[in-house]
């Protein structure tokens, strides 16, 4: 346990999430004996074991595409301690001066003040859109149905499970603010409505992308991080794409720059970026 | 096949482009005997053989014009895996620490949404302004005109053959989305009005500029690249500034910055950036 | 006494503040012996109790969490001299080149011009609101109550001594002049009243979150600088998210980067860092 | 020639001009014995020599004033593989890694768009201001003094012959699009009055500032280049500030960093720089 | 005389300035001998003594305050060359490597475009205001007093002769052209009446802030460089944050990063910044 020492630092609900896209330094890497590297190797990928063996502890590791970065990682832990020992463990594992950060950040996962509440589903949709009466059988039912969805959807955006789709995308995003586009002084049902649509748009891709929003207001430099797995690039160009075009996008969507990985096995990730 | 040990990410349509710009370091490059200098760059030769050999895969090398960099790949290939292993090789091809990134960009061959499709052919052109009759033979022998012309166009578009015209000129840019100037707030129609009076522009630079447009919304920092090649400098010049008039490019072009290079052979590029 | 030979620059009133953070050059630092590293961190632990056993000084230290930065400071101290002084020794503590500086802040603290003042209370709040009679024993009473309530209030934000709360959150901000939304065109009213709102969603987070806000127009890049003490990460995003939707922020704000430490023991902090 | 193995790539008219700025690492530099230092500087002598003896090849050499950068070329020649040649070979002269890239800029010579053409001039000054006649003795003369004019002014735009004045100024710019402030959204008429106003401005510094503008849009991150001599630092700083309330200043440029040089003869300029 | 051997540019009016922020590498400073050590810092002295003993030239030498940079120098002379050559020469001072470059900014000292003229003082003051009749003795005394006064001021915008105030502030700054706010679109009597309200600002500063504004149009990044001296860093801090809500400033101010340091003696300078 890395950071045993210490007081947890362990949030109300969610976990910490950092992205880590490292350089490699080949020159100071080529510096090291053939022995060194392998140990170096070793050193990292038993860190990598360690981290994800760890409670509630996630680890995504991939090659990035460009050389904008080589390395990435996406750790998910619950403690600030632990996801502040193990980042700077990665960041030293191939000995010192090899990785060098190219970006990073730091968020938290979420649930969004957006979901339909019960008493929203029960107006609108129970008993404005169908019809049905309260108390009876068909309606507890879909009570019962719709109370399973949102805990099971809420259970994916505080406590993820990735999967291991190669393809992985991450970008950081703000609302706006400047004139008369104002994310920040509409009121609810008008943010609520907009994300709708945005929702809407979302759920088209389901089964071919799965999307993680979470939480850096207050944290980093941008208010969201969004990371998306795909088994095909053009699954993210696509709905990224598309998703510009919702209002919600469209005059309040601010967005900072956008890193491609792949997800690989450690030895093939080893191979791919020369190590 | 490099990168034979992973389960290719091909896209449903389309390629993968990447524009890889680099500094040479030649404080890290005197450190190399003659022999050494001589086989990093039998090595760097051998290797863009086989990217060149590869099924389906392109790459353009070129000298970059003024000390934004030195070296210049465009590679086109259908698997991302390829891709991204083909760029960490040739970044590394002439040793560690030789070849550093200046800028990169990654995006992916796509078809215009704003290309006229075989029904506004039909009415907008056929019946609309040349009063053609359906159904008669001459309906038909300009309907199959019109498909030949646009399958051969869709071709270049997801599937380009670039000529060897020796001028470069790569830049990204996005649709501008502020205050009354917001793209993604225009509807399509209106869009696609906007986007035929910049083709039109582009089409009097035919047999001068091969343009080449690739999408890379969700996948880097803009939403297109665009590659331009010529025979002249100044209508590369020209035909940007020109189009710059558009109301597409007026009112919603925001540009990045642009790179100019000199496609090469091999003996005569390493030459010129002082290998 | 660091800076003894010099004449001490303070304040009329107030401290200066200096926030510090750097990375660690673990090449650099991988070049010492094991004894050479030990007498290195005793060097540092040295001075900051020397800088804590100064006069009226404190220093906060801590890791921080992703790779924007290792190792973080904030110093507060009266003598411009003084923290000139410990600025410079704490750089070069570990050695030359071992901490290289990845951002900085220099801030003063400073009152509020929006707090409430005796006749503003006296008016609006005594006499206004509870109908309280001047002179009156319960008036006077009430009145020496709002006093030493202010008294304790202005100290706090000129003289401040900050809990070891484990995370530590710094961001810079200023206030928006564009257009209709320029905040020193608005006259003392508009901005005390809208100061207010924001005041009253900070307090709902007393006891969870300490907020120091100091100043630094004319002294560094943003107009103030913001300290936030949490024992839990969410309280810092909460917060900061919430006070987003005031008026106040959503119209006049703009943000720097935020940087997130975790106060540590020194022994732990060396140990995080990998020193 | 230093490009003799490829094809020429020469502009329909005007020329390449390349301005580039680089810094000189003395840490490098001072690595050298006193023996290879002169041989360096011989080198770069001899080089410069070689590119002024080129045909229709121009190279200004100077010192940069303030830490941004220390030494400039401005290279003006016809064929861009030449350019593209010396620019790398004046890069490496010193040896390599003792001139680094600060800025560069690379653009085209180019006529003026708004210049006055035969028949405005006969229309708007000869017939409308001062009342003369077509076919007259005295409107030939006018006519023919007005076609020697504008040819050597063409000849100077295109193929510039500069004066060895010894202060120099290079900044790029835009025309704004932004709101209401759109130069691309002008009609033609308006433009060509806006940079009329321009012109007389620039007129009443004639002997004092000799100005050349180059066309960059497609080529670099800006759409012009400015370069100005002067003998006298000051005639800068008055015509740029005077030229600022023009209103095609005004509202519609968009300045980058403003350089200054010294041109100086070698010996002189290797002094300054303290090779 | 450093620059002996060039022809000077000696400005019609007024005197070069530079303001020069360097970074001290500790790194390559410790290579150094403690002999080696003792020789470059009198070098650098020695340099000082020359630059200040050179005709019309002074130089302040000062701390920086934050891992911003740690050596400061502003330097004023008349003639661009022996700025040049100074500049270059400071850079050199320590030896090669050892001081680097982290913020600089050329500028002129120059008069106000908005002072006065003796017959808007006669009308406006002595007539209008005062209500004197011109000829009378009281009249040409008072008259008398503004001339010399006018001189005085002028001979400082120009000839400036600085205090040794401990606390140096430099900032560039610009006036805005943007939509509604544009400066430069403003006719001159509300430009001198907007600057009149904040020179009144100014004055009630007088004895605490002595202000030079140096022009930097065509020069610098921006338009202006201001540097200030006070004895206490809070008057700096007051002065610029008053300022900010005259119009001039609220509206129309742009302004760079703010830099604060400490004029020292050089020995205590040395020890400050750990040389």
Known sequence: ????????????????????????????????????????????????????????????????????????????????????AFEKQLALSLGPGVLNPAYSYLSMTESSEYTTTRAQYTEETLVGEKGMKPGTDAFEAALKEFDDRMA????????????????????????????????????????????????????????????????STGLDEYEWGVTLLAKDTIDIKSIVYEMRFDEVSARFGEFGDFYIGIQLPLDALFRRIGL
């Open 152 to 215: 099971h959807y809420l259970q994916h955006r505080l406590y993820p499970v990735l999967p291991d789709w190669p393809v992985i995308c991450f970008y950081p995003m703000s609302k706006r603010r400047s004139g008369a586009d104002n994310w920040y002084s509409l009121d609810y049902d008008t943010r609520r409505k907009l994300m709708a649509g945005h929702a809407r748009t979302g759920r088209t891709y389901s089964g071919r992308i799965l999307q993680l929003i979470t939480g």
């Open 1 to 84: 346990m890395p950071a045993q020492e210490t007081t947890p630092i362990v949030p109300r609900e969610g976990w910490h999430v950092l992205h880590l896209f490292h350089h490699v330094d080949h020159a100071q890497w080529s510096l090291y004996s053939d022995e060194e590297k392998r140990q170096a190797k070793t050193r990292l990928t038993g860190l990598i074991q360690e981290i994800r063996s760890t409670l509630d502890t996630h680890l995504l590791a991939f090659s990035i595409v460009s050389p904008k970065a080589d390395l990435g990682f996406m750790l998910l832990t619950p403690d600030l301690q632990v996801a502040n």
